[in-house]
């Protein structure tokens, strides 16, 4: 009987605490506070969504993000690619159609935890920035401005940047190589290695500089102009654009891509002055970096400053913009399927839409 007693009363306490501990949750989920389990699953899935929106994306304009590259750092005296079309099919004639997408696998794989640390930043700092400017101003319905949205695209940029650059730096080098180059890199741990072994660590974060200087105006202006532009379109619909407070497809599509648009045309010379500065130090891309004078020998840069100078003085300020072109047309449909992934998959995976909070 003491044992019946012992495993009844056990029995009960075990009961009582499972009621307690429902009771809690409930509690939580009555003031607005997820429980620690439901909280990591929400930022799982916002990871994932992010991840998925960047690989879509970039996968689909990869030919143009590499053609972009090669024409960023090619030989101003030993021209091969001379504009999109020409540039595609030179290409397409010389290394085939895995040659569109070559360098693509590496990017992905900066690209994908780029992408998912990014929007998860994002929304973050959104949230963050959103409650100071709330305390500030002692208004509880206050919405975040486009400048305030700035900011917080700029936080994000600068996070994702930084976590992700190593990748994106042997990316650029994988992307230039072509079949016909003294050195060949098998691919990205081979590259890492490659670059730690005869450059050193600090070769890896070579160019990192102008990457986040430009990366605070590019992902700071696409998350501003794309939400502020979303919210203006909601509050006013204009031309019918608007049924039930939810824009359309096409109509999100197209406020991604002036995202984008504006985004990358103020921030396109610091990307140019970022993948030269990733050749330096690496011999054997002197037959594809800009050189000095006719020589095939490629140009040292000690800086970001001196990486500006150098190039205008040699090719001229129309150098900075070299590769726009490709690059704005990868950019428009890039940037559009990579916010409208976003939230299609967050909708699929039942995440709470937060980011124009």
């Not at 990871?47 to 970039?58: D, F, Q």
């Not at 002692?138 to 930084?162: D, H, K």
């Not at 990316?171 to 990205?188: A, F, H, M, N």
Request: glycine share 10%.
């Amino acid at each position: 009987m003491a044992s019946e007693d012992v495993v009844g009363k056990t029995t009960s306490e075990s009961a009582v605490s499972t009621i307690v501990n429902l009771a809690e949750e409930a509690k939580l989920a009555r003031e607005g506070v997820k429980a620690p389990g439901h909280a990591v699953l929400s930022i799982c899935k916002s990871l994932v969504a992010g991840g998925v929106a960047g690989g879509v994306s970039r996968t689909a304009v990869a030919p143009l993000e590499r053609l972009k590259i090669l024409l960023q750092v090619q030989n101003p005296h030993s021209i091969k690619y001379n504009g999109t079309i020409q540039g595609l099919k030179y290409i397409w004639k010389t290394e085939g159609f895995r040659g569109l997408f070559k360098g693509n696998g590496t990017n992905c794989a900066r690209i994908i935890p780029n992408s998912a640390v990014k929007f998860f930043s994002y929304e973050q700092a959104s949230l963050g920035i959103l409650f100071l400017y709330r305390q500030q101003t002692g208004n509880e319905e206050a919405q975040l401005t486009p400048l305030l949205r700035l900011g917080a695209g700029a936080c994000a940029g600068i996070i994702a940047m930084s976590a992700t650059y190593p990748m994106d730096m042997v990316r650029g080098r994988l992307t230039v190589q072509t079949e016909k180059s003294p050195r060949q890199y098998r691919g990205i741990f081979h590259a890492l290695s490659t670059v730690l072994r005869e450059e050193g660590p600090r070769a890896l974060y070579r160019g990192w500089l102008p990457s986040v200087i430009g990366v605070i105006p590019y992902v700071g202006l696409n998350f501003s102009v794309y939400e502020s532009l979303k919210d203006w379109l909601i509050k006013t619909k204009p031309y019918g654009l608007v049924e039930d407070a939810e824009l359309s497809l096409t109509t999100k599509l197209a406020c991604g891509a002036a995202a984008g648009t504006v985004g990358q045309t103020v921030a396109y010379p610091l990307d140019v002055i970022r993948r030269r500065m990733q050749m330096v130090g690496w011999k054997d891309a002197a037959t594809v970096v800009a050189g000095e004078g006719r020589s095939k020998a490629a140009l040292e840069y000690t800086g970001m400053v001196d990486a500006f100078r150098k190039t205008v003085r040699h090719e001229g300020f129309r150098a900075l913009y070299k590769g726009l072109v490709p690059n704005s047309v990868k950019v428009v449909p890039s940037i559009a399927i990579s916010f409208v992934t976003y939230e299609m998959v967050k909708d699929i995976l039942g995440v709470e839409m937060r980011i124009s909070d």
